[in-house]
């Protein structure tokens, strides 16, 4: 695990890939309430093909160094926070993989400053007003404060809580029990890691993405959509939807992946990302 001081605060990220790697750098997006080892099969794979990749741990309530206390922690001031890690690191020509809410970050990020962005891959996100879809509006609400968060996470620490349908079960067909607590322990037992957590989802509105979504044919890289078809909330007519706000985007089916498909199919988001980065389209 590296870490990397930034103005907002410190920021922990796994790396993987030689550093010598010809390919563009690949940058992952991950959810609220979770952190960058959600991505750790893809970018596995992606090192064994040569690809240099990064999973930062971002502000949304798995990480585990509470940001300064005046940080941006809206959507937009979260996809500030990404455009200074790539500024940080040196990073262009940058693939930027966003999921669940991290899809919705990335679409903030080509909104603000797309400047290092050279294509951009999203699987199953928060598209237009549909930020978050049912039933998460309601456990966003239910975690929308301090004492509140941590009195509904206690029960997700029993695995059968964590992963049935009232906990993550919808998001993936198959989870590792150890990773998925280690991404709620942090909003347990640290306060300041809640007040990000409860920030982000006191500045979060569905009108601001839905404004965003306007602006998307704007960016003029290779779009890439990669879709769990299997998903309930994140619902295949929403891809679509979000492909056709775009320029230049594809849509890629996955059969009986849900909402993390680096999860349930982490070869197919693999090619996908290798492929949508090769000179030749």
């Not at 979260?78 to 991290?102: C, K, W």
């Not at 941590?150 to 029990?177: Q, T």
Request: net charge neutral; charged share 25%.
């Amino acid at each position: 695990m590296h870490t990397i001081d930034l103005p907002h605060g410190t920021v922990r990220y796994r790396m993987a890939g030689p550093d010598d790697s010809s390919s563009p750098p690949v940058v992952f997006v991950h959810a609220f309430l979770v952190d960058g080892s959600v991505w750790s099969s893809v970018a596995e794979r992606l090192a064994a093909r040569g690809v240099r990749s990064y999973a930062p741990d971002w502000p949304l309530g798995a990480h585990h160094v509470p940001l300064n206390p005046d940080a941006d922690q809206s959507p937009r001031g979260v996809a500030r926070q990404i455009l200074s890690f790539l500024e940080a690191l040196g990073l262009h020509d940058v693939t930027l993989v966003g999921n669940d809410t991290g899809g919705a970050l990335t679409q903030f990020v080509l909104d603000t400053d797309p400047s290092r962005i050279g294509r951009v891959v999203l699987t199953n996100c928060d598209a237009f007003d549909t930020f978050p879809p049912f039933p998460f509006n309601i456990v966003f609400r239910l975690l929308n404060g301090r004492v509140r968060m941590r009195a509904n996470l206690l029960p997700m620490r029993l695995r059968a809580v964590r992963h049935s349908p009232l906990g993550l079960g919808l998001l993936a067909n198959e989870f590792d029990a150890a990773m998925t607590r280690s991404w709620i322990e942090p909003a347990l037992t640290d306060r300041g890691i809640r007040d990000d957590a409860v920030r982000f989802l006191h500045a979060a509105d569905p009108k601001d993405l839905l404004d965003v979504s306007t602006r998307l044919a704007a960016y003029d890289g290779p779009v890439r959509i990669v879709w769990g078809m299997a998903d309930r909330a994140f619902k295949p007519k929403l891809g679509r939807r979000l492909q056709q706000a775009f320029r230049d985007a594809d849509f890629i089916e996955v059969p009986n992946a849900k909402t993390f498909v680096q999860l349930d199919a982490p070869d197919v988001l693999t090619d996908q990302i290798v492929e949508v980065a090769a000179p030749l389209r």
